[in-house]
T-cell receptor, first 112, second 112 residues
Framework: QKEVEQNSGPLSVPEGAIASLNCTYSDRGSQSFFWYRQYSGKSPELIMFIYSNGDKEDGRFTAQLNKASQYVSLLIRDSQPSDSATYLCAVNGGNAGNMLTFGGGTRLMVKP | EAGVTQSPTHLIKTRGQQATLRCSPISGHTSVYWYQQALGLGLQFLLWYDEGEERNRGNFPPRFSGRQFPNYSSELNVNALELEDSALYLC???????????FGDGTRLSIL
């Protein structure tokens, strides 16, 4: 079992819709949770981080964390074609210490 | 605020040679991390430096090594290069434990 799992996609949504990206992790000691966006050929860009159970909103983005279910999600409201990218879920803490353990990423396609 | 800077952008080497990659963290960040992203593979943790000390290393052979300087900049050295070392090498920095990591643009290393 991979430590951090994501559906590879592609996830296709129409412009203006809500995109929902999901991630599960195996290490119950994980403490910090991050979402990065990576455009093809570019480096990852941090878009959200969350430490506590519940929701955290920033603009069009909402991160959701459920530690009991070992589940993290990212919602993107009013999706735009420019949101088309690979979204990487990453966790640290627990057995991983301060290093980030990444999922394989979900490719999101927003169609005009 | 300047972001994480990496040099060179591209590096072409032949098998058996040695490569040196450089990274300058965001001002105020003391932790530097190195990751490898090989084509078709996810981001893999290589090394973590904090306050000049190596704190953790990933599952890579000893020919991958590095150091952190008093000004918190860092070098990644790869000896005896092999074809499978061809990848995007990403440096990230953070303020401390479990804090968000911000990535540089990466160095693309190609082994011929």
């Amino acid at each position: 079992q991979k430590e951090v799992e994501q559906n590879s996609g592609p996830l296709s949504v129409p412009e203006g819709a809500i995109a929902s990206l999901n991630c599960t992790y195996s290490d119950r000691g994980s403490q910090s949770f991050f979402w990065y966006r990576q455009y093809s050929g570019k480096s990852p860009e941090l878009i959200m981080f969350i430490y506590s159970n519940g929701d955290k909103e920033d603009g069009r983005f909402t991160a959701q964390l459920n530690k009991a279910s070992q589940y993290v999600s990212l919602l993107i409201r009013d999706s735009q074609p420019s949101d088309s990218a690979t979204y990487l879920c990453a966790v640290n803490g627990g057995n991983a210490g301060n290093m980030l353990t990444f999922g394989g990423g979900t490719r999101l396609m927003v169609k005009p | 605020e300047a972001g994480v800077t990496q040099s060179p952008t591209h590096l072409i080497k032949t098998r058996g040679q040695q490569a040196t990659l450089r990274c300058s963290p965001i001002s105020g960040h003391t932790s530097v991390y190195w990751y490898q992203q090989a084509l078709g593979l996810g981001l893999q943790f290589l090394l973590w430096y904090d306050e000049g000390e190596e704190r953790n290393r990933g599952n890579f052979p000893p020919r991958f090594s590095g150091r952190q300087f008093p000004n918190y900049s860092s070098e990644l050295n790869v000896n005896a290069l092999e074809l499978e070392d061809s990848a995007l090498y990403l440096c990230a920095s953070s303020r401390g434990n479990n804090q968000p990591q911000h990535f540089g643009d990466g160095t693309r290393l190609s082994i011929l």
